[in-house]
């Protein structure tokens, strides 16, 4: 039986998507193995899911308009979250502040301003998450805190973030309430290297009650004094929350994915075989030539753009993929790499870095970690959050205008 997953895009679409084989579902070709208590899951390349079979998507609900009503109108969308009741809220990054609206797409109030007050948010607010008892959580780097907002109450607290502890690099809350952050020191001349990352649970006062990884420290990004630097598909922490709260983690380096238990120790490890991929030089040329023209569009100055370009440096090989998500049904999504020299002229020219980070297939793992095939996302679909069967994200036109 096919299954599909509505979609919160711009327009209608319906598909199925691929991966499967032909005719009906296959039989699982992959081995599972124990190794002192720890599962080990070894897939091949060939998925479950038969021709028909793979999950689609439909589009159900759109908001946002490209000219008129300023209610519906978006900057730039940096978090998208939905309350148990179903109520979207759309962080803006270039309005700063949040909008609601019902589950049928009407807008109800906005939430805050810009500025650095009580119930205010900065440029650095990049990130909106829902948790337990439909609490908001919205880190804002700028302003140096995480603001913590009681919907229906509107109670505004907040709890200071400190970047001597480390600059977070992701947060994410499962459906369960669960609030997870990865924090990655600055190592700066003066301080002691530190070559970990720390990914833990943390309370909403900010509290950190659990450590669950320290993986190796990620390298796309240093600081060494100066500007930053960037070195492209460098190896990095990958993890995710599944929908009962499972953590899930992996170096993207490697088709090899650790799922922990409630005690945070290895249950179950999930390989599939992967063949590195080359960076080719025009991959280095679009990246570079984009980040260029991106830095010239926000007004750096001559001299320190040839300084930023001076500190790109590219990694031999693509990483294995590039991120993973909490699927339905507890299954396991994991994005492909997208390979910049494979777009096309257009394709390229509209690229963004921010929203674009891989292909949109998805390698998709059940519950027991067997392969079942690839979903693949609408065009210029960005997903943000999965409730139930609804998966909401945002897609931008042509003209890089942007829906929820």
């Known amino acids: 039986m096919r299954q599909t997953f509505a979609w919160i895009g711009a327009v209608l679409f319906a598909a199925a998507c691929g991966g499967g084989a032909d005719g009906g579902a296959t039989a ?74 019902s589950p049928e797409g009407t807008f109800e109030q906005t939430i805050g301003q810009a500025g650095s007050g009580p119930g205010e948010f900065g440029p650095g607010a990049a990130m909106l998450m829902v948790g337990t008892a439909d609490t908001v959580i919205v880190p804002d780097a700028g302003n140096q805190r995480v603001n913590i907002i009681l919907l229906d109450e509107g109670e505004h607290t907040s709890f200071p973030l400190r970047f001597e502890e480390g600059i977070p690099m992701r947060w994410q809350v499962s459906n369960t309430g669960v609030l997870a952050t990865q924090r990655r020191a600055l190592n700066l001349p003066n301080q002691e290297e530190v070559n970990v990352d720390l990914i833990a649970r943390q309370a909403y006062d900010g509290t950190i009650t659990d450590t669950l990884a320290t993986p190796p420290r990620g390298e796309t990004f240093s600081f060494g ?77 001559p001299q320190a753009m040839d300084a930023i370009e001076q500190g790109i440096s590219y990694e031999d090989f693509f990483p294995a993929f590039t991120q993973m998500r909490n699927g339905p049904e507890q299954s396991l999504w994991v994005q492909r790499i997208g390979i910049p020299s494979d777009m096309t002229p257009d394709e390229q020219e509209n690229w ?21 095939g690839f979903v693949t996302m609408p065009d210029r679909f960005s997903p943000f959050s999965l409730k139930g069967d609804l998966l909401y994200g945002v897609w931008r036109d042509e003209v890089e205008v942007q829906y929820v």
């Open 225 to 301: 004094g100066g500007l930053p630097e960037f070195h492209f598909f460098s190896p990095e922490p990958t993890w995710t929350l599944l929908n009962d709260g499972t953590f899930v983690h992996a170096m993207n380096n490697e088709y090899r994915i650790t799922v922990a238990g409630p005690d945070g120790a290895a249950a179950r490890i999930i390989t599939m075989p992967s063949e590195p991929v080359p960076v080719a030089q025009e991959d280095k040329d679009i990246i570079t030539d984009l980040i260029m023209r991106l830095m010239g569009e926000q007004g750096v100055p």
């Open 28 to 101: 699982w070709s992959g081995t599972v193995e124990d190794s002192a208590g720890v599962q080990i899951v070894r897939n091949s390349l060939e998925p479950i899911w038969g021709e028909g079979e793979a999950w689609g998507f439909e589009d159900v609900l759109t908001i946002g308009e490209a000219a008129g009503d300023p209610d519906y109108q978006f900057g730039q969308i940096a978090g998208l979250d939905v309350t148990s009741g179903g109520r979207i809220l759309v962080l803006d990054n270039l309005a700063q502040h949040i909008k609601v609206y």
């Open 352 to 372: 963004n870095p921010m929203l674009d980070q891989g292909s949109d297939d998805w390698d998709v793992f059940d519950a027991e970690g067997r392969y079942l």
